[in-house]
């Protein structure tokens, strides 16, 4: 016999915040119900399943005190997030970086790449 489960998720995908229900059987996602858009949906299917989060963060700069902002290129799998963050907390760049400069490419073996959200000279 089939395992029915539902979740419920309230979407970030825009700014409508749909409170989405994930019917799942057996673990695979059967439906979607709730969004106003496509994002919605998509969103709910991986939520239920496999959440991933895109990751902003800070890194160092030689020789300057102010840190450099960054970010994942790509969601990455929720349950990296601490690991991802703590690589991105050991690195120190050197100057010049341009907005969208990888920092650390395929950050602890995700396949994603963390890159530069400002320039800095």
Known sequence: MPTRQ?????????PMGCLLTVTLEDGAV?????NSCPRGKAYGRT?????ERT????????????PLSVKTAAPIPRER???????????VI??????GDVVIPDVC????????TEARS
Do not use: R
């Open 6 to 14: 539902t979740k419920e998720f309230t979407c970030v995908q825009c």
């Open 30 to 34: 059967v439906s979607v119900s709730g």
């Open 47 to 51: 939520e239920a399943v496999h959440p």
């Open 55 to 66: 990751v902003t963060s800070l890194v160092g700069i030689l020789d300057d005190f102010h």
């Open 81 to 91: 997030i601490d690991e991802v963050l703590d690589a991105i907390a050991q690195t």
């Open 94 to 99: 050197e100057p010049p970086v341009e907005i």
């Open 109 to 116: 073996g995700t396949g994603v790449d963390v890159v530069a």
